[in-house]
């Protein structure tokens, strides 16, 4: 493992602990936390793939939002 791939692992796995730590972001899946953080890195470098990344944010992010919404 190379130190750019653990540092993400270990900046991962720090979000992870900080939103279980927020009442208003507990309930985030961490399956949808680990997609945000793999599409920012898959397309950081990719002119090309700018509008596929934004779209896949927006559609993670809008999950996001509408489970916190329906939280009780």
Known sequence: MS?????LEQLTD???VECSNQKS???IP????KQ???TLIRFQFSED???SAQTN???IVTQIV???EDSP
């Not at 130190?3 to 540092?7: F, G, P, V």
């Not at 961490?30 to 936390?33: F, R």
């Open 14 to 16: 720090e979000l992870l």
């Open 49 to 51: 793939n700018r509008r």
């Open 30 to 33: 961490e399956n949808e936390i």
């Open 66 to 68: 509408d489970n916190l």
């Open 3 to 7: 130190d750019a791939e653990s540092s």
């Open 36 to 38: 945000l953080i793999e």
């Open 57 to 59: 944010l927006d559609k």
């Open 25 to 27: 972001l507990r309930d």
